[in-house]
Structures are given as structure tokens and as C-alpha cells.
């Protein structure tokens, strides 16, 4: 199972919200490269990138800080926010970044991710945010009435590489990840799943490892690395394991 460790971009910063809300903020580092190199000299193999500021205006932002991240790692990216046509998708893999995540646009544009996984086999995820159930998107700042699971039924068959699940009630809250929603995803979709939200402590991490039988690829951890509350080499040894 793969860690991916959180960067996420606001203002040019590496920062975590509560619940995806821009307005409760908490600003871990100043220089998201140096965190991206820490994370590296940690042992990490994948980094988990997203531009919130990009996310909520529906193109990119911080393009200049994830430019310098890819040219100063060489960790595998995935990296989502404000990626909502072919042309920003084609900027982002040109630079070497390994993996695009669709969020918004898989809700409001699904030819747009088909076609962007045709052109780019194997470099596409689906991001799937929930709030109580349902999707929500534009940075998390709406909530539709399509449901998580037949969202994700509509990408099964298209190339969508993985399918990250993150439930919003939990982001940064430090409570644990929704392991029953993560599961019954998982239980119904052949595309691998990632999971994210609410990962506070190791144990965490063993509850996910210790779900059998289900394609959970990996899990993305923020709040809690950055507050010490898992040290990324015990997470890895943990997940590796």
C-alpha cells in the first residue's frame, strides 16, 4: 500500500484546511519544496500535490510552486486542482507530473476525463470528494446529488487509473478515515482506490492495511505527519509490511 504525503498549495504555501474550508487554514511551511525534499529524503516514492487555490477558480494557480516541486524531487506526483480541460492536462504531463486527478470535471465534464485517458494511458485518477454521502465539488464549496459510488461506476471501464475517496466531514479533523465508506467503494468499483481524509495515527493506517479482499492502492496523509502524529518511516514500514 503506498503513502502519499499531502502538499497542498494555498497562497503559495504548504498548508492543511478543516473540512475544505479555505477559511480554516493552517500553514505548515512556507517552502513546499523543502517539504517536498523532506518528504523524499524520508523514503517517500509518491507525493500527493494539489493547488487549492486552482481547485476553487478552475485553473491553475500555483503553477510556479509545483513547477519548482517537480524539478527539485524525483518522487512520482499526483497532482490535482483546477484541471478542468485537455490543454491544462497536457501542460501538467509535459512537465513530468505522473499522475492528474479530476475532481470537479469528472462530475461536470466525464467526456473531458474519457478523453484525457485515452491520451494519456495510465496518467489519469479521479478524485471523488463526499460530503454525507454525495459529491461535492468546486473545491468542495458545492454539493451535488450524484452519489459517490455511481460517480465512480461511470469511470470503471474508461482507464481512470485510480479513484481517490476523500470524505470531507473528516478532512483535518484527525478522527480517522472513513474505513466503512473507503471499503464499500472499493467493494464496488474494479479501479483501485485511494484513500484520504482523517488519517490521525498509525493505527489508522493498520485499520486500512487490515481491509481484505478490496483494491486499496494507497492512502494520502497530511494534517497528521505534519503535526508529528505519524512519522513517515513507521507509516511506510507500516504499509509495506
Keep these: 500500500m503506498i503513502l502519499f504525503p499531502a502538499i497542498d498549495l494555498k497562497d503559495g504555501k504548504c498548508v492543511r484546511l478543516k473540512q475544505g474550508e479555505m477559511d480554516k487554514v493552517t500553514v505548515f511551511n512556507k517552502d513546499p519544496v523543502g517539504q517536498a525534499l523532506v518528504f523524499q529524503s524520508q523514503g517517500v516514492k509518491w507525493l500527493h500535490v494539489v493547488d487549492l487555490d486552482g481547485a476553487v477558480k478552475g485553473k491553475p494557480v500555483n503553477l510556479k510552486e509545483v513547477v519548482a516541486i517537480r524539478r527539485a524531487v524525483e518522487m512520482s506526483i499526483q497532482l490535482g486542482g483546477g484541471i478542468r480541460d485537455m490543454a491544462t492536462a497536457e501542460s501538467w504531463i509535459k512537465i513530468d507530473i505522473n499522475r492528474i486527478v479530476l ?30 454521502g454525495m459529491v461535492a465539488v468546486q473545491g468542495w464549496s458545492e454539493t451535488s446529488d450524484m452519489r459517490v459510488i455511481d460517480l465512480a461506476k461511470k469511470f470503471e471501464d474508461v482507464g ?3 479513484i481517490i475517496y476523500t470524505n470531507i466531514n473528516r478532512d483535518g479533523m484527525m478522527q480517522g478515515p472513513d474505513v466503512a465508506g473507503i471499503k464499500e467503494l472499493a467493494e464496488n468499483v474494479y479501479v483501485p482506490v485511494i484513500a484520504s481524509g482523517g488519517v490521525s495515527s498509525i493505527n489508522d493506517l493498520k ?11 494507497g492512502v494520502i496523509c497530511g494534517r497528521a ?17
Design 207 to 217: 485499520m486500512l492495511k487490515a481491509v481484505k479482499d478490496v483494491n486499496i492502492e
Design 103 to 132: 475532481g470537479t470535471a469528472a462530475l461536470r465534464n466525464p467526456e473531458f476525463v474519457k478523453e484525457a485517458c485515452r491520451e494519456f494511458p495510465g496518467k489519469v485518477a479521479v478524485g471523488i470528494d463526499a460530503k454525507d
Design 225 to 241: 505527519i505534519y503535526e508529528g502524529e505519524i512519522k513517515v518511516e513507521e507509516a511506510l514500514k507500516v504499509l509495506n509490511a
Design 160 to 162: 481512470v487509473s485510480a
